[in-house]
């Protein structure tokens, strides 16, 4: 029998795994339960109009569906089975399919139970996801998404905290080198708007986002492939040198979109941001404007995030304003911002660079040997008072050689082992082993607890 | 548009709930891991091939399976097609399925990095599986699972750290009147022994196990009814009328199991359980004996558990021995013990007898009550200084109406409001509403966080 195997693109979690993911879920659970956001979940599930049509074509092709339940086929497409188009037949033998991700889980979530919830509603949600993406280094087809997001007000406070947060949890995870990049799509309307060609929008963003990769020539050079006229590549050349202090880039930004509202009152937006972070500080993370920044076009209409460490190629988390999440299931004009934390990545990074605290409370603290029935039946009651002094620890199960049972304390990553034998059992004095130093001492049980519980 | 729904069966679970269940969730793994046990997860996705046949015919049906991707419909079974089998259609337009269970999954786990793991293995598993089953009141569609399974050894002392398991987390639930059943597979097997009708385990079992609801007699009518013998049942009769002492039942055991071989090993088995838990205590649970217990007659072959409470109705957790869990994936004589917390009839539990503690450490403990810009700036300092204490805290994001500020702290169950208008600002002395007595009280920021992470 050849050995079991999972599917391509999905993952087991080992213990040692495990810890670290729990390390960093709780690092970012609690960071948000410190803002005021908390938990909801959603089902794996959802019906299948919940999804369609969410994500584009691309999208909907990427969605896992679920095959009916029972004799499916009596429903079955006739037409779409003779014409052999798959895409048809599956809307005749599946009603429902697998989250793609957290967001229209959440819009659905808010629009069915929004008689129950109080607004402004602040909620994250960390589950995975699934996508039927091929799968490559660092993209899985079952994935986490750790999602913060506050729907039902239009509030900058909430873009100044979802900063904070940011800072807050990368700091805790001491991820170093982190910069919050900003951008507000009011901002990127302004430019199109006063270049006289506002229906340009996406291609001027397209254009302007590769400043970094091919250079202000570059960028030249494909604006005018994308049929942007002079006079408007004149009016976008200045966003290129657009650098100092924040506060001397809303300066510029204010003269270069006197003539657009919109432009204008993105600036203002910013600047609220900026003025409230220089005044409350960051723990370790820079905010930076980016103009180049153009996620989400399509929905975001304020704040634009990204986050990005120096070691990390890509975006860690990202983020923004929106205004419409909702309406697509009916409860219009319920503007909303949020944040997501690329869990995966951030796991990478944490691996990459080894930023993970002891976890030797997490796993097994101590290890009773084995050394007979006799023995065995003492440590029993030795075990009892280190579980209910709350310390993890367990007694190796059978009078196995001592060799097997101190190389089980090292697999497992076990500090401490206690050896009981004829001696101990008379005295009461344990011979408690360090297997970090090697070290062996004497102590009572009271002692190894008070030493435990202190470390 | 009509409002949007979840498919049948699966559940939103909002914030009042997942901090119940988180709650829930917290104690069962803290426990697991004060006994030793390390945390896995397995992906929602198994292969076709790694679930199929392990859950009997009704099981397989039971089963989501998730269509293949792309154009599947090139590789349908025609013939399965023409013959609107939908059975043998799926098996060629589906490759995976989600997960039913965590045992097989975990079964395929061990086998497939068994040169990964330090065995004896120990791990807990919580994650949701899914079954395709009618949903009703508490059956679901998608529900969670707590395992923690040991494999790689046959010491006792697991089946005895297991019964403690059961007895801790459920004393740290405060669930009332629990009962934890304990039988023995060996005992069965020698009940069915010594009638002379070995072969007939399976109907004396079934007989057996209705003694609770049809009585004696009702048990006699339907040994007969199944084939079995007078003599057989003459010897079944002893059965009945065990009672007294867990020590008693034991001798009487020992008297009428003498015949057989494995009938005396489960007692022998059943007694070192009972022995070190005797001298150990439990801390509030209760171990009892029941030969009526018979869950899992195909695959456990030592000890059957079995806990019940009576405030609800059947087990709300289960457990027991099994020789050849990872025997149908090549991997043999690897025997284990594990535990299942149904997690969901414990929720009911709680839920019903109302026995969660304050939460208002987990949601938001301070709202700092917004009136204009100016104070909203001011608070955003004090803000931060409660979220650096570790409070849980928030502003209300605009200068609605106080009323609504109010009813927005009551909504969400916030236990203290502050308010900070000129005065406040201009002596640095807050006042701090207590949302539960309604008493207002002044003091600072410092005497604030010093109460609050005092409580």
């Known amino acids: 029998m050849s050995k079991p195997s999972i599917p391509k693109g999905t993952r087991d979690f080992l213990p040692v795994q495990m810890v670290r993911r729990n390390y960093l879920f709780e690092t970012i659970r609690s960071a948000f339960q410190k803002y005021g956001y908390l938990p909801i979940e959603t089902p794996a599930m959802e019906k299948m109009s919940t999804l369609m049509g969410k994500y584009g074509e691309e999208g909907d092709r990427l969605i896992f569906k679920i095959l009916n339940s029972g004799d499916y086929l009596t429903k079955a497409n006739e037409a779409a089975w003779a014409a052999k188009n798959s895409n048809q ?26 008689n129950e919830l109080a607004f402004p509603f602040k909620r994250y949600q ?35 905290e979802l900063v904070q947060l940011f800072d807050e949890v990368l700091t805790n ?25 506002a229906d340009k929008i996406v291609d001027m963003t397209v254009a302007i986002d590769k400043l970094d990769k091919i250079g202000e020539e570059g960028v030249v050079g494909e604006l005018q492939e994308r049929g942007i006229g002079a006079t408007a590549i004149e009016k976008i050349k200045p966003l290129f040198t657009l650098t100092g202090s924040n ?8 003269v270069m979109l006197a003539e657009s509202e919109t432009g204008l009152k993105g600036v ?3 600047k609220f941001v900026f003025d409230a972070i220089e005044k409350l500080g960051l723990k370790q993370a820079k905010l930076q404007f980016d103009v180049t920044l153009a996620r989400g076009l399509n929905y975001y209409t304020g704040a634009i995030f990204e ?19 909702t309406g697509i299931f009916g409860l219009k004009n319920l503007s909303g911002v949020g944040i997501s934390f690329g869990a995966d990545r951030i796991y990478d990074v944490l691996n990459d660079l080894e930023l993970y605290p002891d976890f030797s409370s997490i796993t097994t ?33 059978s009078n196995a050689k001592m060799k097997k049972q101190m190389k089980y304390a090292d697999d497992k990553g076990i500090p401490f082992v206690v050896l009981v ?18 070290e062996q001492s004497n102590m009572t049980i009271t002692t190894l607890i008070e030493n435990l519980t202190n470390e």
């Open 89 to 114: 037949f599956t809307s005749s033998v599946s009603e429902k399919a697998l989250r793609y991700d957290l967001t229209v889980p959440f819009a659905r979530f808010v629009v069915q139970h929004q």
């Open 126 to 160: 960390i589950q995975p996801v699934w996508r039927a993406d091929r799968p490559q280094k660092g993209r899985y087809r079952e994935f986490f998404q750790c999602d913060a997001d506050v729907v039902g007000s239009d509030s900058l406070l909430y873009e100044v």
């Open 173 to 197: 995870l001491r991820i170093p080198d982190v910069t919050i990049k900003i951008n507000n799509r009011k901002i990127l309307t302004g430019i199109a708007e006063i270049t006289g060609e």
């Open 247 to 254: 506060e001397s880039i809303v300066a510029s930004m204010n």
């Open 307 to 325: 986050v990005v460490t120096s070691h990390f190629r890509g975006s860690i988390c990202g983020g923004g304003r929106y205004d419409d999440l």
């Open 421 to 438: 034998g004829d001696n101990e059992m008379a005295t009461g004095e344990l011979t408690v082993k360090n297997m970090t130093t090697g």
């Open 365 to 397: 603290q101590v290890l009773f040997v084995n050394f007979g029935d006799q023995e065995a039946a003492y440590c029993l009651g030795l075990l009892q008072q280190t579980r209910n002094a709350g310390i993890n620890s367990e007694i190796y199960p």
């Open 268 to 270: 203002e937006e910013l």
